[in-house]
């Protein structure tokens, strides 16, 4: 059974700092490029990093360069989202999934919330 579990949220001041988890089982995580996805309230779910299998290549959307960083360790089976300068415009839902270019899609998690706000 494919069980992706978030956490690591929280509520921080705007110019904070959050450090996100997401913990896989239930398939062979190593081989998948992975991603962090956001929604907030009222919105549709964005993409917001994506990282290969190997953890060499990654990407991120323009709303959070700079200030986001993923990471993975395959031995631990569990993907990072390093979060700095957060603003009040991070405030979300944040959610692990495999990336958008596998051309599928795994059960959603529980998600774990973000809030920026002072």
């Known amino acids: 059974q494919v069980q992706l579990v978030e956490s690591g949220g929280g509520q921080v001041q705007p110019g904070g700092s959050l450090r996100l988890s997401c913990t896989a089982s239930g398939f062979v995580f190593r081989i998948y490029t992975m991603s962090w996805y956001r929604q907030a309230p009222g919105q549709g779910r964005e993409l917001v990093a994506t990282?290969?299998?190997?953890?060499?290549?990654?990407n991120y959307a323009d709303f959070v360069k700079g200030r986001f960083t993923i990471s993975r360790d395959n031995a631990k089976i569990t993907l990072y989202l390093e979060m700095n300068s957060l603003k009040p415009e991070d405030t979300a839902m944040y959610y692990c999934?495999?990336?958008?270019?596998?051309?599928?899609?795994?059960?959603w998690g529980q998600g774990t919330q973000v809030t920026v706000s002072s």
């Open positions: 990282i290969t299998s190997c953890g060499s290549t990654t």
């Open positions: 999934n495999v990336s958008p270019s596998t051309g599928t899609r795994l059960d």
